[in-house]
Nanobody, 118 residues
Framework: QVQLVESGGGLVQAGGSLRLSCVAS????????MGWYRQAPGKQRELVAK???????NYADSVKGRFTISRDNVKNTVNLQMNSLKPEDTAVYYC????????????WGQGTQVTVSS
């Protein structure tokens, strides 16, 4: 069973920065893509950013130019650098691993809270 462990959430003022990290229990090369999703109270979970095994990235329009996703294949880690944070970025952030083995599988971390105060 794949395990994903997030860290790095917290409370920050608007305009500040946070760096989220997600450590996988397996070699991240085995995943077709890894990403970060978020869910604010009363809202659906949404994609924030993802990175494929080939290194291609994709971002939600709301975070383009402010957030950067990266991967460290040696440490089996995916990071999300978040700059110029806004109150509307407040949410629980979840790490995701997307894998195709005959069928598509999704694995999720437990989530880490990010709160941005105005």
């Amino acid at each position: 069973q794949v395990q994903l462990v997030e860290s790095g959430g917290g409370l920050v003022q608007a305009g500040g920065s946070l760096r989220l990290s997600c450590v996988a229990s397996e070699n991240i090369f085995s995943f077709n893509a890894m990403g970060w999703y978020r869910q604010a109270p009363g809202k659906q979970r949404e994609l924030v950013a993802k990175i494929t095994s080939g290194g291609s990235t994709n971002y939600a329009d709301s975070v383009k130019g402010r957030f950067t996703i990266s991967r460290d294949n040696v440490k089996n880690t995916v990071n999300l650098q978040m700059n110029s944070l806004k109150p509307e970025d407040t949410a629980v952030y979840y790490c995701n691993a997307h894998l195709f083995v005959g069928s598509w599988y999704d694995y999720w971390g437990q989530g880490t809270q990010v709160t941005v105060s105005s």
